[in-house]
């Protein structure tokens, strides 16, 4: 896997799928959230991907934020490249943020 880092973005977001931890043997963590672009006009076109949180923010996500919350990213945009795909024997490449700062900006309420 080649990791090709990109610019630094925010992007006002979705969250359309409960916040997820993982663990490593070294104790640190890393959150992955499934999170789609907001959409101006009706379209059935969704434009969905994953978000990565580390550490501490992370734990502010999973307590703090819910599904159909919409929350502002800021982060560093990779473009992550496999080498192999079993399919097809392509190269696939697929877009990647790290967060570094999350805020709020609509809240769903019903808990």
């Known amino acids: 896997m080649i990791l090709i880092s990109m610019n ?7 969250i359309v799928e ?3 931890q993982h663990f490593f043997k ?6 992955q959230v ?6 101006i006009r009706e379209s059935n076109l969704d434009i969905v991907f994953q978000i990565s949180i580390w550490g501490n923010l992370g734990e502010d996500v ?20 496999n080498l192999f795909n079993s399919i097809n024997n392509e190269i696939n490449k697929q877009v990647s943020i790290s967060i570094c700062k999350i805020y709020p900006f609509i809240l769903n309420n019903a808990s």
């Open 34 to 39: 499934l999170v789609k672009f907001t959409q």
């Open 8 to 14: 630094y973005a925010s992007f006002i977001v979705k």
């Open 18 to 20: 409960k916040p997820k």
């Open 62 to 81: 999973i307590q703090y934020y819910r599904v159909n919350d919409y929350i502002i990213i800021e982060g560093y945009i990779s473009l992550r490249q």
């Open 26 to 31: 070294d104790n640190t963590f890393v959150t």
